[in-house]
């Protein structure tokens, strides 16, 4: 076949045929998961060889097409957990791998889209999983069905009937540690929110047989151990049992009481928990389990045959215990267990039996109380189960879904009556399946428009009626050999066989058969050629199994029991009914008729399950083994009519929306009709008219390799359109991305904008306020305090305050002072006073002593010249010396003739004769206690301060003083006239050391003086240029004093 895919073609073919290899090698190692895609379809050999490659890649599951094929795994598979039944939710049943959850899926969306009640039937033989597989679909349905707390409650219960029902009706076999023993078809039914709201189980043919008797390796039912090992010692001693199984009869004959696969103690709380999660009252379980030990207890009776032959029972406490447990009087079961009651004619005849005889009573009496307990169990659970609501009429009842867990195809041995009913059961259900499925397939052809082609295959109707044909079949001459009066035996019965169904075709004993088959035969056996194989049945044990008999005054006995559950199984209705009770083969067909009636209502889904090994043994795959099962589960003739025609056939939607990236035409999307989109599909993709046909609403392919082919080529593609997608994706991304960090980046902005904008306007507002708040308190200014001037008044001050703060006096002579808002003028004067008094304080705190004295002078010389001698402000900057004359400058007698006297001060003057005021260099010596005139070291005049009357001095800028002295002293000259160049320094020291400042005299014009005797002097003063000392005409001293600039 040629491949044009679009991007295909473009990748080249060698890509293609890379990506068909690869593709291929996985087919090769995993197998096809679709038996329809097998190239060979009609070879057992390639149908067990996939088979084969999946086990050993753990795959258990393949289709053959709707039918789900299973292989018991042995080993726990992590592919049940709830991610898995996740996935397997609402996808369509080929776009994932088969599953058990993709059957369960399927037919709860078929049930919930149509409307249309489901079943699933699991078929296999014993040990092939069937139990495990419908556990696993009820978990399905409880995981992903939606609940609520009414739905939970009906989960719970359906969950843990499980438990119960097996407890009671599953046993350890030699193929099966947990064989159920019965067959079992349970309803789960869902409300109109596809919620389960309640269920029904029905039950099929219990092993009863099991309850008396076990083969090697086998035990009894599970209950009976689980008791034994599990119940409290309480209970156990009510009920009276030993905990220990080798005590009973019922429990050893297989050999096989303890199992290493099985915790019975664990089971026991297992079943004893879910028994009061389907509303066990505490009553119920009580008589529940006194019927189980009544059973154990029954097996232990032991009768003795007594000199007539006729059997005693020699245990009394036995019947005592046997008693209280079925709550029927010691004395009505004893002689019910050894006596038989016959009615004849209207009249009731009661004979002894013998010991065997009463063994077998007793041993029916077990089966049939443990049967009919099993069967009231059932009731019971159903009851729990039933769904309560109102809404739901008759009419509008809920949808369900059934499942059919029953026993499969068995061939052992040694074959009996149960094996006859069982495969009689799968022959049914074969029938069913044959029925079901070719008629499907021939309704969708209709449906389609395609011409139907008649498949060959074997219809097993004629199997079917070989056994259960009224008055011809196999049942009906059962009944009529168990029902007919004289000595009927299992020979006549096969007798009666040979006579009327002998010729069929499908049916052979050892006296008809040819030469060769009657070695494969022995004379008890007759031979049913069934669908999936031949088996030999021998008809010992025939009659009795079917008649399963239990004598009248064991049924009155039980009639008359106290145990609720007893009387609900033994009515007396049965005692007064004259007709035979229908034999167990007839309940049987007619039970499985209803089966089949309840079934052919539903739509079907398949589970085929298939045992891997007879020893439980997980990895090993055995062919005999395997090739047997897939022969009796009709597998090959499944496929063979499912690929009659075409071996695919998929909706032109789903196709389409596979392979449409196959063809630039149908790529991205098809605008058209999905069928047309197909066509043009297939034609770009080079399907020959041969290899296809298109129907209504789905294509059909012929051959498995032209889907290959394109499933191929699709796998190829696929790495094509991923890597568009995960551009896409990316850019996306990244757009979204940018999206997103761009509207955060605005919003962020904005905000921050908006609080700088806020920030700037409150700034704005607060500005306009404070200068309307200063307008207005300037208006104001004048006014007193008030709400309008409060902030102008206190900022003025503020302001005033501050501007004071940094413009401060740096010192005293600095005047300078800010100018005071009135309200403050008086705080300014308080504060300026305060200010130079700090200053004045710190500048005193600063003052040396030298300083001090210092300024003591000049305070004085101020004291005495400013304002008042012209050329004082010339000495004002000059600072005062201590003297003018160093002591060492001195003429050493002068200080010889001073001796201890200090000189405080000695200055060069110059001094004026008091007759012709010719100018003398002398010295001015002060002393602390007199002025002294020195020549040299000669002592000119000494006046003592006491004698100093005065000192003149001029207002101008000379330097010439008068020193006035009292004349009646004739120690003394008479006033003296000096000139100092430092006059105002001179006079300041003299003056302070005399302390006659005071006496300091300033004169305008002229100075007075006075020489010895009362003769006086005048000098006078002018101001010149220059200074001029002279004798005038008039006989004064004329002094010109110099004008000073700053006069
Ligand atoms: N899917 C599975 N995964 C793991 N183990 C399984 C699975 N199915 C079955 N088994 C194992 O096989 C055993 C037998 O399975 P199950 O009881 O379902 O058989 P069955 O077909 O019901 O047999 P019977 O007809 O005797 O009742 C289980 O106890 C379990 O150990
Ligand atoms: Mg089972």
């Not at 010719?918 to 005049?941: C, F, G, H, N, Y």
């Not at 010149?1024 to 004329?1038: A, D, Q, R, T, V």
Request: a positive charge; hydrophobic letters at 35%; proline letters at 3%.
């Amino acid at each position: 076949m040629k491949f044009r895919s679009g991007r295909a073609g473009a990748q080249g073919s060698e890509g293609i045929r890379l990506a068909m290899e690869s593709a291929l090698t996985a087919r090769d190692r995993v197998g096809v998961q679709d038996f329809v895609l097998l190239e060979n379809f009609t070879s057992e050999a390639a149908f067990i060889e996939n088979l084969r490659k999946r086990f050993k890649e753990n795959l258990i599951y393949t289709y053959i097409s709707s039918v789900l094929v299973s292989v018991n795994p042995y080993n726990e598979l992590e592919i049940y957990t709830k991610q898995h039944m996740e996935r397997y939710r609402g996808v369509n049943f080929y776009e994932v791998s088969p599953h058990i959850y993709a059957v369960s899926d399927n037919s709860y969306r078929s049930m919930r889209s149509e409307r249309k009640d489901q079943c699933i039937l699991i078929s296999g033989e014993s040990g092939a999983g069937k139990t495990e597989a419908s556990k696993k679909i009820l978990q399905y349905y409880a995981v992903t069905c939606p609940a609520s707390v009414r739905v939970e409650e009906v989960r719970d219960r359906l969950l843990q009937s499980n438990p119960v029902l097996e407890a009671f009706g599953n046993a350890k076999t030699l193929r099966n540690d947990n064989s159920s023993r019965f067959g079992k078809y349970m309803d789960i039914q869902f409300d109109f929110r596809g919620a389960p709201v309640g269920g029904h189980i029905l039950n099929y043919l219990l092993e009863k047989s099991r309850v008396i008797h076990q083969s090697h390796g086998e035990r009894n039912f599970h209950i009976f151990y689980q008791l034994i090992d599990g119940g409290d010692e309480d209970l156990l001693r009510r009920l009276g049992l030993e905990r220990n199984a080798q005590s009973y009869q019922y429990l050893v004959k297989g050999h096989c009481a303890k199992v290493s696969s099985i915790n019975d103690r664990h089971d026991w709380k297992t079943v004893y928990k879910a028994l009061t999660v389907i509303d066990f009252s505490s009553t119920d379980l009580e008589e529940l389990l006194s019927i189980v030990a009544s059973v154990l207890h029954l097996g232990n009776l032991q009768c003795s045959s007594d000199d007539d032959g006729n059997a005693v029972i020699t245990g009394e406490n036995q019947i005592k215990l046997l008693s209280r447990l079925l709550q029927v009087p010691g004395t009505v079961l004893r002689e019910a267990l050894i006596h038989k009651k016959i009615s004849a004619k209207g009249e009731e005849l009661i004979s002894p039996l013998n010991v065997e005889q009463a063994a077998y009573a007793r041993d029916a009496l077990a089966k049939a109380i443990y049967g009919r307990t099993f069967s009231w169990l059932v009731l019971k659970i159903n009851k729990s189960l039933a769904h309560r609501d109102s809404t739901y009429s008759a009419r509008n009842r809920p949808n369900v879904i059934g499942l059919l867990d029953i026993y499969g195809f068995e061939v052992f041995q040694h074959n009996s009556f149960e094996q006859f009913c069982i495969n009689y059961c799968n022959e049914k259900l074969q029938q069913l399946f044959i029925e079901l499925t070719l008629k499907s397939e021939q309704e969708e052809y209709e449906a389609e428009g395609i011409a139907w082609e008649p498949v060959q295959y074997f219809n097993n109707k004629i199997i079917c009626d070989l056994v259960e044909e009224k008055h011809k079949g196999i049942i009906s001459i059962l009944d009529e050999e168990c029902l007919r009066p004289g000595d009927a035996t299992d020979l006549t019965f096969l007798e009666k066989l040979e006579e009327t169904v002998g010729k069929h075709p499908h049916f052979v004993t050892h006296k008809l058969a040819d030469q060769k088959t009657r070695k494969t035969l022995v004379r008890e056996e007759f031979r049913l050629l069934h669908y999936a194989g031949e088996v030999n049945y021998n008809v010992t044990g025939f009659l009795d199994k079917n008649n399963d008999l239990l004598f009248r005054n064991l049924k009155e006995a039980m009639c008359e029991s106290g145990n609720g559950i007893l009387q609900q199984c033994f009515e007396r209705g049965e005692l007064d009914d004259k007709k035979r009770p229908e034999t167990a083969a007839t309940q049987f067909k007619t039970s499985l008729a209803k089966l089949m009636e309840i079934l052919m209502s539903k739509e079907p889904s398949y589970v085929r399950c298939i045992k891997p090994n007879d020893a439980k043994q997980s990895g090993r795959f055995d062919e005999v083994l395997i090739r047997h099962q897939v022969k009796y589960l009709g597998l090959l003739e499944n496929l063979r009519v499912r690929r009659a025609g075409f071996a695919y056939r998929r909706k032109y939607e789903i196709f389409l929306q596979r392979y449409k990236s196959l063809c630039s035409e149908t790529w991205p999307n098809w605008r058209g009709p999905p069928s047309e989109g197909v066509a043009t599909l297939v034609q770009h993709l080079g399907y020959k008219p041969e290899d296809y046909k298109l129907g209504r609403t789905k294509i059909f392919i012929r051959f498995p390799k032209t889907l290959f082919a394109t499933e191929d080529a699709f796998e190829l593609q696929k790495h094509t359109i991923a890597t568009k997608i995960q551009a896409e994706w990316r850019g996306f991304h990244q757009r979204q991305k940018y999206q997103k960090i761009r509207s955060s980046a605005i919003t962020i902005q904005s905000w921050w904008r908006g609080e700088l904008g806020r920030k700037i306007a409150r700034r704005r507002k607060n500005a306009a306020l404070t200068i309307r708040r200063f307008i207005k308190g300037f208006i104001y200014r004048h006014k007193p305090r008030c709400p309008e001037n409060e902030y102008f008044l206190d900022y003025v001050r503020y302001s005033f305050l501050m501007k004071l703060k940094r413009n401060l006096p740096k010192n005293v002579l600095d005047k300078s002072w800010p100018v005071p808002p009135p309200a403050l003028s008086e705080a300014s004067e308080l504060l300026r006073d305060l200010n130079m008094r700090n200053m004045v304080q710190s500048y005193c705190k600063r003052i040396t002593p030298e300083w001090k004295q210092q300024l003591e002078q000049k305070v004085v010389a101020s004291e005495v010249f400013k304002d008042k001698k012209d050329n004082y402000p010339q000495s004002v900057p000059k600072l005062f010396v201590n003297t003018r004359i160093a002591t060492s400058e001195l003429n050493s007698k002068v200080l010889q003739l001073l001796q201890s006297e200090q000189i405080k001060y000695a200055v060069a003057v110059t001094k004026y004769d008091r007759n012709g005021y010719r100018p003398r260099a002398r010295q001015l010596l002060v002393t602390p206690d007199s002025a002294l005139i020195m020549e040299e070291a000669k002592l000119k005049q000494k006046i003592d301060y006491v004698n100093l009357n005065g000192i003149s001095v001029s207002s101008l800028s000379d330097g010439l003083f008068v020193l006035h002295v009292p004349c009646e002293d004739n120690k003394q000259k008479g006033d003296v006239v000096l000139r100092s160049d430092h006059v105002i320094e001179t006079l300041t020291k003299l003056a302070m050391a005399a302390d006659k400042a005071n006496r300091i005299n300033i004169n305008q014009g002229s100075i007075k003086f006075t020489i010895k005797h009362g003769k006086e002097g005048i000098i006078d003063f002018t101001s010149g240029s220059e200074l001029i000392i002279s004798k005038s005409k008039n006989g004064h001293l004329s002094v010109v004093a110099p004008r000073l600039n700053s006069r």
